[in-house]
């Protein structure tokens, strides 16, 4: 509890609603230290956006829809799932003949490292540290790592995890405040379906922080036990990113301390250290 922000600093309510960019939370405003995330809808009415990346490398993951990602010159086609990295100093344009739907997450970083694209269906699926059930039962979900020890990068970790309706994830309760912060962003969980969120400091009180959370809300997790639970008969999905505290030497994924009192089979995440 100490040093824990208040709950209210913690969730940020429908941040897929607009169209265009949008940044939702930053390092300085936010409980945040290195993360940053925004979205990146476009349709018929706004089919471009350009920005530049800046200082931080930059994160994309295709929550919907295609599009095609420009950076440097360099153009390439992604839809669903599929993911690009891209570095520092990036002169960056997204566009759509239709609807898409990007996930943006980016992070300040000294290293250069290069461009980098992810498939989801011929570098993700097929690869079983990359995609693999997790959790057993009333805990069953599938995990995907879109940015992870597949891409060379300083301090961004992103992926999609989508539980069984009515189960738990994150879970057992882990945390790694020592190394990575990190949020959730909640998506296809239309309405009637919610989760809840649960991020604490102490384990005798998992209630500290209990968020409500729907379709297109953000949680931080700059330090915490953060498991979730879907409603019966809805599943409970989000997009999850990470950043490192310390660049490249931090950036370890399932590198976690379960809570104790659940400590008996693992954290659930052992498929991704092979």
């Given at each position: 509890?100490?040093?824990?922000?208040?709950?209210?600093?913690?969730?940020?309510?429908?941040?897929?609603?607009?169209?265009?960019?949008?940044?939702?939370?930053?390092?300085?405003?936010?409980?945040?230290?290195?993360?940053?995330?925004?979205?990146?809808?476009?349709?018929?009415?706004?089919?471009?956006?350009?920005?530049?990346?800046?200082?931080?490398?930059?994160?994309?993951?295709?929550?919907?829809?295609?599009?095609?990602?420009?950076?440097?010159?360099?153009?390439?086609?992604?839809?669903?799932?599929?993911?690009?990295?891209?570095?520092?100093?990036?002169?960056?344009?997204?566009?759509?003949?239709?609807?898409?739907?990007?996930?943006?997450?980016?992070?300040?970083?000294?290293?250069?490292?290069?461009?980098?694209?992810?498939?989801?269906?011929?570098?993700?699926?097929?690869?079983?540290?990359?995609?693999?059930?997790?959790?057993?039962?009333?805990?069953?979900?599938?995990?995907?790592?879109?940015?992870?020890?597949?891409?060379?990068?300083?301090?961004?970790?992103?992926?999609v995890t989508q539980s069984q309706p009515g189960h738990w994830t994150s879970w057992p309760p882990h945390e790694h405040a020592a190394m990575l912060e990190e949020l959730y962003v909640y998506y296809d969980m239309p309405a009637p379906?919610?989760?809840?969120?649960?991020?604490?400091?102490?384990?005798?009180?998992?209630?500290?922080?209990?968020?409500?959370?729907?379709?297109?809300?953000?949680?931080?997790?700059?330090?915490?036990?953060?498991?979730?639970?879907?409603?019966?008969?809805?599943?409970?999905?989000?997009?999850?990113?990470?950043?490192?505290?310390?660049?490249?030497?931090?950036?370890?994924?399932?590198?976690?301390?379960?809570?104790?009192?659940?400590?008996?089979?693992?954290?659930?995440?052992?498929?991704?250290?092979?």
């Open positions: 509890m100490n040093g824990h922000p208040d709950k209210q600093t913690l969730v940020f309510r429908q941040t897929n609603a607009q169209t265009g960019r949008h940044l939702a939370v930053v390092p300085g405003s936010s409980a945040m230290k290195h993360l940053s995330y925004g979205r990146i809808r476009l349709n018929a009415e706004t089919p471009r956006v350009a920005f530049d990346t800046g200082g931080s490398e930059t994160g994309l993951v295709c929550l919907s829809g295609s599009a095609t990602v420009t950076a440097n010159g360099e153009a390439h086609a992604l839809g669903r799932y599929d993911a690009i990295y891209l570095p520092r100093g990036a002169a960056v344009e997204v566009s759509t003949d239709g609807e898409v739907d990007f996930v943006e997450c980016s992070a300040p970083v000294e290293g250069d490292y290069p461009l980098q694209v992810v498939c989801y269906q011929s570098d993700v699926v097929p690869n079983a540290a990359l995609h693999f059930q997790a959790g057993g039962e009333g805990s069953s979900r599938t995990l995907n790592i879109l940015i992870g020890k597949n891409v060379r990068a300083g301090r961004l970790m992103m992926g379906a919610f989760g809840i969120q649960f991020v604490y400091l102490d384990p005798q009180s998992p209630d500290e922080h209990a968020i409500v959370v729907r379709d297109g809300d953000a949680v931080l997790m700059p330090a915490g036990y953060h498991p979730n639970v879907s409603v019966p008969g809805h599943s409970i999905n989000f997009l999850w990113a990470m950043a490192a505290h310390r660049e490249e030497e931090d950036r370890q994924f399932g590198v976690v301390n379960v809570q104790p009192d659940f400590d008996t089979s693992g954290s659930g995440l052992e498929a991704s250290r092979k």
